[in-house]
């Protein structure tokens, strides 16, 4: 029999009715509506599929209507018209429900139902749908594997090789089934590392499934990451912003097990993206999942900070102008980073310009920081870095460390970086052998291959000092304990010496390694290093550390910018300087240091209303990797901008101890000065005492 | 392009841009001035991946309008001599942004000893107002091979809202999460 349902997209069978007509115009239903002489056709209606549901479940009836005339106003009429009568609820709306009746087991009740779309002309279209409502049966087992796709570089890291697209399982990730009208969560589970998963509930139940871009898991080792968008729904906080999540369609649950397998695909169309890109949150979360195995392959017990990993198709490296907040909000993120004081990563993903989902090594060395930041220490200070660059050796150890460790943690030493258009440029460097001249203490690709070094077990490249292995466990151990602790700021010295106490056995290899990249300086404090990056001005790269007594002998000490370009960046070698101090006897102490002289007589006079053609040197002073300088009456001592001069008293007593301190010329990296006529070399005159 | 949305969110308006640099670490606070100085925080912004010894500088001559040739001047600041390099440019959106006429799209250029840089003039033609990019990579020879530093030059022509692209559909669940849904694969 054939159920007439005008303009509907299917035929059906026709059946005895009971018609309940809602509020309608004119114009009939269930027959057909053809155009009028005006021009205006019917509407089509469409039912959705027929299936089977649980008795004593809400079912839903998702229709729809379409109407070929642009701007028709429809309405929605449900009604039934066969079977054990139900209370249809939103029965004048496209979406509707009802509470399926309890039936007799193995007897299965057809209930039949009717769409019709009704225009502001009075024409309709209808469609019907049956639905068969059956008793619950057992709980069915859906199961699968969760997949992504991952782009590989090019050998030689120059663009991304779509061609040679990989399937790769989405490990640890929660994944769920949900109900496919509202959502609901009704089973939830974590995939395995083989992205297998296995989910139990009811029959006959339309669900969807859903694997989330989040590692979660409590207990020991613990660890809690979520990849979001930071560019959406930006009224909400950072933490809260869109998480994504992979979506199967609806389907039914059905009576039996049954196998599903979702893929998250690169959205690549050959040329251009032209598809969602549902592969790069889960390549993102993939490369965070490897970097914490890495741990915890040498400490099960390791728990990790929660993290959040923001990565969104509209993160640029253009600088925003705005805000921290607008700047993010707006993707303009510059390049990728890490912000400790909210635990998150920030990656790029304009397509054409940089990506970094399928640069693991890139996402590796931004996570390399959130370790030194929750398990490590880090006194970096940040700024642009180079290949070449002589570095601030804070920032060229932490920088070092971070790409060494994706090395490691990815057991590859092909870093690459990907970007350009169509994704087909980019760069490699080899964290094994990619250390440049001058290598040394302040050359960030030196620490680089180091440490790489200490770990990797190819064999013996003596030419390069790697005559060895300690594998990553003494690597590990050294930086969560003694690195964290060290009374020196945080550097190749301090990591070293701290290696060799923790693991004595790698002293040959650290000597070797040592010996190759020129670092001659010993213990934590570099003592007696020579190297001094060929400077112009030797004695303002060494020593590392000049040491003071804290009894008013003077001492002078050069802040000198040859290293540095015309941007000024303030984290190059010889820029800020350090000093060491022992206090053994605990009282407040007076700081002063003076621009000498020389360096004033290259000034012009002061002038108090623009002290910006004046010296301003800053200091700060550090007791085991934490700041000693207070703020006083609003201001922080140590960098008052007092011109040719900083001087101030500490308000509480200063515990004995083993001091460090870093003092700068503030002008090398002031953008208001005028760096072309202000000296590229300020000296000063500094003591401490005993406050009187 | 398939399932996305442009979503238009209110931004500051961006008359000319005054220089900008290549931040290393971007989004940041603006630097601190003599006398509004503060001590670090422990927990800082990391500095940013590696990357070619170069920094970028630029500056928009002049305001951006529709149909109208605008020149940006590109500086590169090179570190330690590095001499020659690359300088290319790409637009990625055709319909937003043009090259002027015979405007060369890479050029190889020689850092000045004296002041370490080198200037680069490009013009392009905004086609529409909104907030416009120029993608400029400065490629540089190294030990270790080509190394690549890469920026993107905003241009605000106009009406510069940001457009923001959604890549699946934003959806609240349930309990109130808000969450991007991506379209799965599936067999």
Not at chain 1, 10 to 35: E, H, K, Q, Y
Not at chain 1, 378 to 398: C, E, K, Q, T
Request: glycine content about 10%; some cysteine.
């Amino acid at each position: 029999m054939m159920r007439h349902a005008s303009n509907s997209p299917r035929a059906r069978s026709l059946l005895p009715v009971v018609l309940l007509i809602a509020a309608c115009g004119g114009g009939g239903s269930g027959g057909g509506n053809g155009g009028n002489g005006g021009g205006n056709v019917a509407p089509v209606a469409d039912a959705g599929s027929d299936r089977s549901v649980a008795e004593l479940t809400t079912v839903q009836l998702t229709g729809s209507g379409s109407d070929a005339n642009a701007g028709d106003t429809l309405r929605y009429a449900w009604t039934q018209v066969a079977g054990i009568p139900v209370t249809i609820d939103n029965a004048d709306r496209a979406a509707a429900s009802f509470l399926a009746p309890d039936v007799a087991a193995g007897v299965p009740e057809l209930l039949t139902f009717r769409l019709t779309v009704t225009d502001a002309a009075g024409l309709s279209g209808s469609d019907e749908v049956d639905i068969t409502v059956q008793e619950a049966g057992a709980a069915v087992t859906i199961s699968g594997v969760a997949s992504y796709e991952f782009v590989p570089a090019n050998p030689n890291c120059v663009g991304l090789n779509y061609l040679a697209t990989e399937t790769r399982p989405i490990r640890a990730a929660t994944v769920q089934v949900l109900d496919a009208a509202s959502n609901a969560v009704l089973a939830e589970t974590t995939s395995d590392d083989a992205g297998g998963y296995a989910l139990v509930v009811d029959p006959l139940r339309s669900v969807r499934l859903r694997v989330r871009a989040e590692l979660k898991r409590s207990g020991t080792p613990s660890w809690d990451v979520e990849v979001r968008d930071n560019t959406l729904s930006t009224g909400l906080p950072l933490g809260q912003r869109p998480l994504y999540t992979l979506d199967s369609g609806a389907f039914d649950s059905g009576t039996t097990d049954q196998q599903r397998n979702v893929t998250a695909t690169t959205g690549w169309g050959g040329s251009s993206y032209t598809g969602v890109r549902a592969a790069a949150p889960f390549a993102v979360l993939d490369a965070i999942y490897t970097a914490m195995l890495a741990i915890t392959g040498v400490d099960g017990a390791a728990n990790f900070a929660p993290l959040d990993a923001f990565w969104s198709v509209n993160n640029t490296n253009a600088q925003g102008s705005g805000t921290f907040d607008e700047n993010v909000a707006a993707g303009e993120i510059g390049t990728s980073f890490y912000l400790g004081s909210i635990d998150s990563l920030f990656l790029l993903g304009g397509a054409n310009s940089d990506t970094e989902e399928f640069d693991d090594h890139v996402i590796v060395h931004e996570w390399g920081h959130y370790f030194e930041d929750v398990f490590s220490r880090s006194d970096s200070i940040g700024g642009p870095h180079g290949f070449g660059d002589r570095l601030d050796m804070r920032v060229a150890f932490g920088e070092g460390w971070a790409t060494a460790l994706s090395g490691i943690a990815l057991e590859s030493a092909s870093y690459c970086d990907t970007q350009g258009t169509a994704q087909a440029n980019g760069f490699r460097i080899d964290i094994e052998s990619d250390a440049p001249s001058p290598r040394g203490w302040y050359n960030e690709f030196s620490v680089m291959a180091l440490i790489y070094d200490l770990w990797d077990d190819s064999p013996a490249e003596i030419t390069t000092g790697d005559s060895g292995s300690i594998g990553f466990e003494p690597i590990f151990r050294t930086m969560v304990d003694r690195q964290r602790q060290t009374a020196a700021h945080t550097s190749v010295f301090s990591f070293l010496d701290g290696l060799v106490a923790e693991d004595p056995a790698s002293q040959p290899l650290v000597t070797d390694l040592r010996a190759y990249h020129d670092i001659t300086g010993s213990g934590i404090y570099g003592d007696g290093e020579t190297n001094d990056a060929n400077s112009a001005e030797p004695a303002d790269a060494l020593p590392v550390y000049t040491d003071i007594v804290p009894d008013g002998t003077p001492v002078n000490i050069c802040s000198n910018r040859e290293h540095d370009n015309a941007n000024a960046n303030g984290n190059r070698l010889s820029e800020h300087r350090f000093l060491r101090m022992t206090i053994t006897q605990p009282a407040r102490y007076e700081f002063d240091i003076v621009t000498d002289a020389a360096t004033v007589a290259q000034l012009p006079p002061d002038d108090p209303a623009d002290d910006r053609d004046q010296s301003d040197p800053d200091l700060l002073f550090y007791l085991d990797g934490a700041i000693q300088n207070r703020v006083v009456n609003g201001d922080s001592q140590g960098l008052s901008g007092v011109a040719n001069r900083e001087t101030f008293t500490t308000p509480n007593v200063l515990a004995a101890g083993d001091y460090v301190m870093d003092v700068v010329e503030f002008r090398h990296k002031d953008e208001q000065t005028d760096r072309a006529a202000f000296p590229a070399r300020s000296c000063f005159d500094m003591t401490i005492r005993p406050a009187p | 392009m398939n399932n996305t949305i442009s979503l238009l969110i209110g931004a500051a308006l961006l008359a000319a841009c005054n220089a900008e640099t290549d931040p290393g670490g971007a989004a940041a606070p603006p630097a601190a001035v003599a006398g509004q100085k503060v001590l670090p925080a422990s927990d800082a912004r990391s500095p940013g991946k590696p990357s070619a010894p170069v920094t970028i500088r630029y500056r928009v001559l002049g305001t951006p309008y529709v149909g109208q040739p605008v020149a940006i001047e590109i500086e590169l600041l090179a570190d330690g001599g590095v001499q020659p390099l690359r300088l290319s440019y790409a637009i990625n959106d055709p319909d937003s942004l043009l090259f002027a006429a015979d405007e060369p799209r890479e050029i190889e250029l020689g850092i000045d000893a004296e002041t370490g840089s080198a200037r680069r003039q490009v013009t392009v033609v905004p086609q529409r107002e909104g907030r416009l990019y120029l993608n400029v990579t400065a490629e540089v020879p190294t030990e270790a091979g080509a190394l690549l530093k890469s920026m993107s030059i905003p241009l605000a022509v106009g009406r510069a809202d940001v457009e923001t692209e959604v890549n699946g559909e934003v959806q609240q669940g349930p309990d109130g999460e808000t969450v991007i849904s991506m379209p799965a694969g599936e067999s």
